[in-house]
């Protein structure tokens, strides 16, 4: 049966400016896709006509729009869906052309009769090149023409092939839009043409090698500088070529510039390196006599000076931060090399990063930090510093090996090192909620005796502590005293946090007294500011004190409000301390309350959390909490107590008998997928002796598998061995999907989501997803991706349109 060139042809009076510009184009039928390709194709030799294409308004084009995608023209769009169906139709080619697009191909060519290359031959020379009307046979136009140059038999066989190559063309774009995978060659095909008329604008091009120096906004007045310098005779011409053909973006009434990154990292690899980094000299140069840190280190650092980037950015890092560049700041560090500093520049960077990785909660890039300043750190003082941030990364981890890290320290500071107080107050902390009154009194007096007149807020920290630690001897008097000279020094200081700090510290200490509404007026002080500033995580912990105060004045409901507010922040922002912490607050208070099951289900997240996080004094909270609590018991007889490996969300095996140094191993081979003896030495500096035997009780354990042999040997988790039951993992996709809800919801508009029978076919799990406003494509695949990382499993996504896609009906819907 042949098919007519009518059937993809548009009825009579479609516009085709109504095409689902908004809809997911690769979800669309089959036929809907081939009509836009066919109009696409016929309106091919205009670019405005094909500007109006939901095919340009698609992701099809972003890698296409090399000059600036947020801001390109319709005939930036245009154009560049006319190189998408170049690359398309020339994908039909069964081989390279001997005669490619833009050069005369000779009626003689043998390939315009092989029926492989019809596909191609018809839409090239249809569509992309149309025949010459002198090519064109005597008394025929286009079909007549073809028919003679390609053998086919007969125009209604001419036609069917036609329409094939047209669908098989759709095929090729539907594929592109679900993978990509055309994107490189399709950016560089873009490069090579948007770059082809200043072939003949010598002045321009060099003008634009000049730019790529910069990958932000840069000033006119600093490239023309440049321009002068590099002796070019008429810059303000080129200048204004670059801008009238968009490859310069320009503003502030054309005092500002941008070049787009795509553009820039082309252009860049092609300059000679002896200009490229003569040209970061100069615009280091530059910033730095501006007094602009930042950009003057990335300059100097590119111009190949990484010595004169550190002596540049030192001096300013606590501006940085302060304007919130620290992201910027651990990039830029990050780019040095040992090899290219002296040992005491990379020393202060590897500690500065340390203390920047911290700030931002990244704590194993901040250890693995400070173990490479430990490798040339040859003095004491030196070490010292080292130990006191490894001490204080490993305060909420594992207590013993900070007050390890911190002895380290104590013993190499000098006596009148100001960094010393600092470490004091920190480890008197640390005595303090160990219940070592003593030490941790002596070590907060010793504190407070070093703190100088100037260094106001670390003196607020200590007394801070010193209130703490009175109000946990039951000396409320002098505890209050020390918490209102901390507030008195923060409103001075007006720093907001801390102030915020101070109250939940105050109401504390009145809920010690007894005096819960002032504890929760003081709450809700700080409340108040830490969801002014966006802290998440001081939210979290400010509402879970609410929810105590309400407690103890007997308003339970309120106080069950409170923590589950608590528990969604942590579940949602992942803080798995602060929610472990919620999670023991909620057990203890629905035990109290007689509701067991819902007890023990909070009991048993916030355990398998503390295991599976290696929080060692956690563990032993949750475990003497089910002793004391005969509701959280095991068995309701009186049996053993004993509590039996646990299958966590994660489907890792953890078991209460473990240590916390075999708990943190099951961790770290958590995190980086498998884990090695080597690797258990370099990062926790023990003998080979002792790596390998602790690894080796937990393959007896049945907590690792080892794989492989010899050098080769490492050690991985059970789970990557083997599949669990298909309702244990229904249960933990359920719990993780409730834990991204309103991530999902805020950045997706999601009204419903839901798993879809059968619900689990392991590796991959089945979804059903409603939105409230249909996205486009690369919304909907962002959304597959982000929750095939969250579930760490393989998703089929659906999407509940029957319009566009058919869905099952059997859907256990998790919110609507």
Not at 364 to 392: F, N, T, V
Not at 683 to 697: F, G, M, N, Q, W
Request: hydrophobic share 40%; with cysteine.
């Amino acid at each position: 049966m042949t098919t007519s060139s009518m059937s993809i042809n548009p009825p009579i009076n479609m516009t085709v400016t109504t095409a689902p510009t908004r809809q997911m184009i690769g979800l669309l039928s089959d036929q809907s896709l081939t009509q836009l390709v066919n109009d696409a194709l016929r309106n091919y030799q205009s670019t405005l006509a094909l500007s109006r294409s939901a095919l340009a308004n698609s992701s099809l084009v972003i890698p296409v729009l090399v000059k600036d995608e947020p801001s390109a023209t319709a005939e930036e769009r245009g154009h560049g869906l006319r190189l998408v169906l170049q690359w398309a139709v020339n994908r039909l080619a069964p081989g390279v052309p001997l005669y490619p697009l833009g050069s005369y191909r000779p009626l003689d060519d043998p390939t315009w009769r092989d029926p492989c290359w019809w596909h191609y031959n018809l839409l090239r020379h249809r569509y992309l090149e149309p025949l010459h009307p002198d090519d064109f046979v005597e008394g025929g136009r286009y079909t007549e023409s073809l028919l003679a140059l390609t053998g086919i038999s007969s125009p209604d066989a001419f036609f069917d092939e036609r329409n094939r190559a047209i669908r098989a063309v759709a095929e090729r774009l539907r594929q592109q839009l679900l993978d990509g995978q055309g994107n490189e060659e399709l950016q560089r095909l873009a490069l090579q043409e948007a770059l082809r008329p200043l072939e003949k604008q010598v002045e321009a091009t060099k003008l634009l090698g000049i730019t790529t120096t910069f990958d932000e906004i840069f000033p006119r007045s600093l490239l023309l500088e440049m321009a002068a310098q590099e002796q070019l005779h008429k810059p303000l011409i080129a200048l204004d070529a670059l801008v009238t053909q968009r490859f310069l973006l320009a503003g502030d009434e054309g005092e500002s510039l941008w070049l787009a990154p795509v553009l820039r990292a082309y252009v860049y690899e092609r300059q000679p390196s002896e200009e490229r980094q003569h040209r970061h000299r100069l615009a280091a140069a530059h910033y730095e006599a501006e007094g602009a840190a930042l950009p003057a280190a990335r300059h100097w650092q590119q111009a190949n000076l990484p010595e004169k980037a550190v002596r540049v950015i030192l001096p300013v890092v606590d501006d940085l931060i302060h304007e919130l560049q620290v992201k910027e700041l651990i990039d830029l560090l990050q780019r040095l090399e040992a090899k290219r500093l002296a040992p005491g520049q990379w020393y202060a960077v590897q500690l500065l990063l340390s203390d920047l990785f911290q700030r931002i909660g990244q704590p194993e890039d901040a250890l693995a930090a400070c173990r490479q300043a430990l490798k040339i750190a040859e003095d004491g003082p030196s070490q010292a510093r080292i130990y006191r941030r490894m001490g204080k990364l490993y305060e909420k981890r594992n207590r013993l090996h900070a007050l390890g890290y911190y002895q380290q320290a104590v013993e190499r500071f000098d006596p009148d090192d100001l960094e010393l107080m600092i470490l004091l107050k920190d480890r008197g902390w640390l005595y303090l909620l160990r219940q070592q009154w003593r030490e941790a009194e002596s070590d907060l007096t010793a504190a407070l005796a070093l703190a100088t007149s100037d260094a106001d807020e670390l003196r607020a920290d200590i007394f801070d502590a010193l209130a703490s630690l009175y109000r946990r001897q039951q000396q409320y008097e002098a505890a209050l005293r020390q918490a209102r000279s901390a507030l008195a020094i923060r409103e001075k200081l007006g720093y907001l946090p801390r102030i915020a700090d101070s109250f939940n510290n105050l109401g504390i200490i009145y809920r010690a007294l007894g005096e819960y509404w002032h504890a929760l007026n003081a709450y809700e002080e700080a409340l108040l500011t830490y969801r002014k500033l966006g802290n998440q995580e001081a939210t979290a912990g400010a509402l879970m004190n609410i929810g105590a105060a309400y407690y103890l004045l007997g308003q339970h409901e309120s106080a069950l409000i409170n923590y589950k507010q608590g528990l969604e922040i942590c579940q949602t922002h992942s803080l798995p301390y602060a929610e472990v912490t919620v999670c023991y607050n909620l057990a203890e208070a629905l035990a109290g309350l007689g509701h067991r099951q819902e007890a023990l289900a909070y009991w048993q997240q916030g355990y398998v959390l503390s295991q599976r996080a290696g929080f060692t004094d956690e563990i032993t909270a949750f475990l003497q909490l089910r002793e004391t609590t005969p509701a959280l018991a095991t068995t309701t007889s009186g049996a053993s107590h004993a509590t039996p490996p646990q299958l966590t969300q994660d489907n890792v095996l953890v078991d209460p008998a473990l240590s916390p140094e075999e708990v943190e191993t099951l961790a770290m081979a958590r995190r980086h997928g498998r884990i090695s003896a080597k690797q258990l030495v370099d990062e926790t500096y023990i003998s080979r002796a002792t790596a390998t035997r602790r690894l080796t009780r937990l393959v007896e354990l049945g907590h690792l598998v080892k794989q492989g042999e010899g050098r080769g040997t490492y050690y991985c988790l059970p789970t990557q061995a083997r599949s669990q039951p298909v309702d244990a993992n229904l249960a933990a996709i359920r719990r993780s999907l409730q834990q991204c809800k309103a991530d999902l919801q805020q950045q997706h508009t999601i009204s419903a989501l839901g798993i879809t029978a059968p619900p689990v076919s392991l590796p991959l799990v089945k979804l059903t997803v409603r939105f409230e406003q249909t996205p486009d494509l690369a919304h909907y695949l962002q959304l597959k991706r982000q929750l095939t990382d969250f579930l760490q499993m393989e998703v089929d996504l659906l999407v509940e349109d029957h319009s566009i896609l058919p869905i099952e009906t059997s859907t256990t819907w998790l919110w609507a």
